[in-house]
């Protein structure tokens, strides 16, 4: 069973860093601004997901800590970089 | 009850990065902002919580780490969704074939206060 669940984890890991490379060509060569600002969002997003794997793997719950960092700095930069965008000015 | 736990996990492990895996393909071939945008809030509610409650029964210190997180994500998400949405439609960026647009005229009316 535990070699079952190795395997499992590892392709899933691999699957979503597959997935964040492609947010990351997205941001890259987006159309428009707030395309390459929803690359971003997805590219953060799979960051979270990759050290919740991580934390899975290595049985150590500090990655954890880091993902919540990680997705309260985001949702903060997301939402700022959304309201500069469309209105020139943050506040 | 370790294996169920197990099971369970993988269960929940394939299922999230199934569900993310269509969000992406998604993102990459629907036609504008709008509908892009719907795929990917897809991803961070159902591909992230997924991971996290195999997170939850997988490591034996991180439940509450992990119900915090669940929390977070469930919050964030939806406005972060709307924020760009938002942003999008006062940048003025196109709609591909809208069946209707309820917030045509609206949002000139309302202009100073935000949307």
């Known amino acids: ?91 | 009850m370790e294996v169920l736990a197990q099971i369970f996990a993988v269960f929940f492990l394939i299922v999230g990065t199934l569900l993310s895996l269509i969000g992406v393909i998604g993102f990459i071939r629907l036609p504008d902002v709008y509908t892009r945008l719907h795929a990917t809030g897809k991803v961070s509610v159902f591909g992230v919580v997924f991971l996290l409650a195999s997170a939850i029964l997988l490591t034996p210190l991180s439940l509450w780490k992990g119900l915090l997180l669940i929390f977070f994500v469930l919050m964030a998400s939806p406005s972060v969704s709307h924020s760009v949405a938002s942003a999008a439609y006062k940048a003025g960026l196109p709609m591909k074939d809208p069946a209707r647009n309820d917030l045509k005229g609206k949002l000139e009316r309302d202009s100073g206060r935000g949307v």
């Not at chain 1, 794997?53 to 985001?74: P, T």
């Not at chain 1, 930069?77 to 959304?82: G, Q, Y």
Request: hydrophobic share 60%; charged share 10%.
């Open chain 1, 1 to 91: 069973m535990t070699g079952f669940l190795d395997i499992v984890l590892w392709s899933v890991l691999g699957v979503h860093l597959l997935m964040a490379l492609v947010a990351a060509w997205r941001t890259w060569r987006g159309d428009n601004s707030i395309e390459r600002l929803i690359g971003l969002d997805l590219a953060s997003t799979m960051t979270l997901a990759v050290l919740v794997l991580v934390s899975i793997i290595q049985q150590n719950s500090i990655f954890m800590d880091v993902a919540i960092a990680l997705a309260a700095l985001s949702y903060l930069s997301t939402v700022v970089l959304a309201k500069f965008v469309s209105d020139h000015k943050v506040f």
